[in-house]
């Protein structure tokens, strides 16, 4: 079947995504310096303290920048989970399991991929608060005492870190195994659809 290109992701998208992957990785590795001494990947712990703080700022600033267009620019209607959505689960799931061998049809990303991403707004969401209460003790003593206290909320930061590390091994796993030119869709905006051949010509 023929394929046509078309624009799939605008510069807001792309800026964003590939920023905060940027940005992601330079928190985890310093997030685990702190956490794993033992690991010495910036040197002093003083460095891993102060490159984890820039970007968790970034991290902050990012996210809300990224919510902002989200609204602003009506993506909601298009990423956001839907009610609607669900119906296309087995299908899409099927597809992932390789049962089905023919990808479904959807529109700019599937239920899951939707579920996915607002689950991770929620976990970045609440890694920011957690990171900002280590931050500020004082400030934001509540949160502290919300989650048991500073040990357990440096526990719980640790741990969404993992998760984060997952998210993004699985995402990587999804991405890569797809087609690769959904990747150079999400540096140069430009991806392809097929499109019904008009009789050959
Ligand atoms: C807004 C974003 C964030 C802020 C403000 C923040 C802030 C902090 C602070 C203040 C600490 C304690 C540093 C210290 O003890 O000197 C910390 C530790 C840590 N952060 Fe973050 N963080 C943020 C996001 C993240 C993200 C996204 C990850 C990983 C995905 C992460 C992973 C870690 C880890 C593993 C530790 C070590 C926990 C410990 O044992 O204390 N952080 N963060
Ligand atoms: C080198 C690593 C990565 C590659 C190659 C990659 C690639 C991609 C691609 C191709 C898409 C578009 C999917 C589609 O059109 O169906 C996408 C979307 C997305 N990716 Fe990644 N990704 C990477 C790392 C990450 C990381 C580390 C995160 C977050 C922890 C992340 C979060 C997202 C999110 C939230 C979306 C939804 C679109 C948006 O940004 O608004 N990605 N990624």
Same mark, same amino acid.
């Given at each position: ?6 624009? !799939?992701? %605008? ?18 590795? &310093? ?15 003083? *460095? ?6 820039? &970007? ?18 009506? !993506? ?8 609607? %959505? ?14 089905? *061998? *023919? !990808? @479904?049809?959807?529109? !700019? ?32 003593? @509540? ?15 640790? *741990? ?5 590390? &997952? ?11 797809? %087609? ?22």
């Amino acid at each position: 079947m023929a394929e046509e290109r078309y624009y !799939k992701h %605008d510069g807001v998208e792309r800026f964003t995504h590939w920023t905060h992957v940027v940005d992601t990785i330079l928190l985890i590795l &310093s997030g685990i310096q702190i956490h794993y001494p033992g690991f010495s990947i910036f040197g002093s712990m003083l *460095t891993a303290r102060f490159v984890h703080l820039v &970007s968790g700022y970034l991290f902050l600033f990012l996210g809300i920048l990224h919510v902002y267009f989200f609204f602003a620019l009506g !993506k909601y209607g298009i990423a956001m989970p839907a009610v609607s %959505d669900l119906g296309e689960i087995g299908p899409v799931l099927r597809y992932y399991l390789f049962i089905d *061998t *023919t !990808k @479904p049809d959807y529109a !700019k990303y599937n239920v899951l991929q939707k579920f996915a991403y607002a689950a991770l707004f929620v976990v970045s969401f609440l890694q920011a608060v957690l990171g900002f209460a280590l931050y500020w003790p004082v400030a934001l003593a @509540p949160v502290l005492s919300l989650f048991g206290g500073a040990v357990s909320v440096r526990i719980w930061h640790t *741990t969404i870190m993992w998760v984060f590390l &997952s998210f993004t091994a699985v995402h990587l796993y999804l991405v890569l195994s797809e %087609d690769l030119r959904l990747t150079k869709a999400m540096w140069d905006g430009y991806y392809y659809r097929k499109i019904a051949d008009k009789g050959g010509r």
